[in-house]
């Protein structure tokens, strides 16, 4: 499965950085230079190349992180090969993925990664089906897990230890003990 780590943004100065919309919460680690980073490109169709219309750029399938650096709160981002600004403007809105088997499980038995938990079964715990993850939300106060219910409905479940008691990954579930009323908002 890949994962998307971030969306490239618009080109800061004229040296062929990118701004880069981080999502991860890595960023450190997953925008070290060295790293190769697959692309997908994004919604953004890209400009005109400068040599004329008809020639249409291609946003490779990989790129290579030559530096990154935080700058006023935001992630910075050099490839190796994209030297001006032509070529970051030609980057914008494409995303960077990894391949989630490259990606290290938490130390921590209580932290999952999103992809983890995305699919996995809801049930109370008598084990009456609610339903499936089918993706997490990062809200403010806590993450919600966005419960697909089998009436095609959703719910927003608070990912709190009080609502949340069991993960259990290696039997494809995830045990909720929903407060009365919490799947009917």
Not at 25 to 50: C, H, K, N, S
Not at 91 to 103: E, F, H, I, P
Not at 113 to 127: E, I, N
Request: avoid cysteine; charge should be negative.
């Amino acid at each position: 499965m890949q994962l998307v780590i971030g969306r490239i943004g618009k080109p800061h100065g004229v040296r062929g950085e990118v701004t880069v919309e981080v999502r991860t919460d890595e960023p450190e680690a997953r925008f070290a230079p060295g790293l190769v980073l697959r692309t997908e490109p994004g919604a953004v169709p890209p400009p005109e190349p400068a040599d004329g219309p008809g020639v249409l750029f291609r946003v490779p399938a990989e790129l290579t992180i030559e530096a990154a650096r935080w700058h006023q709160g935001r992630m910075l981002v050099a490839f190796d090969g994209v030297l001006d600004r032509d070529g970051a403007e030609a980057l914008r809105g494409t995303l960077l993925v990894v391949d989630s088997a490259d990606v290290e499980p938490p130390e921590d038995p209580e932290e999952f990664h999103d992809h983890q938990l995305v699919g996995l079964a809801v049930v109370t715990p008598t084990g009456e089906r609610l339903g499936e993850v089918a993706r997490i939300d990062h809200a403010p106060s806590s993450d919600l897990l966005v419960l697909r219910r089998p009436e095609g409905r959703t719910a927003l479940i608070p990912f709190v230890r009080a609502i949340v008691p069991e993960v259990d990954l290696a039997g494809g579930r995830v045990i909720v003990d929903p407060p009365a009323g919490l799947l009917d908002l």
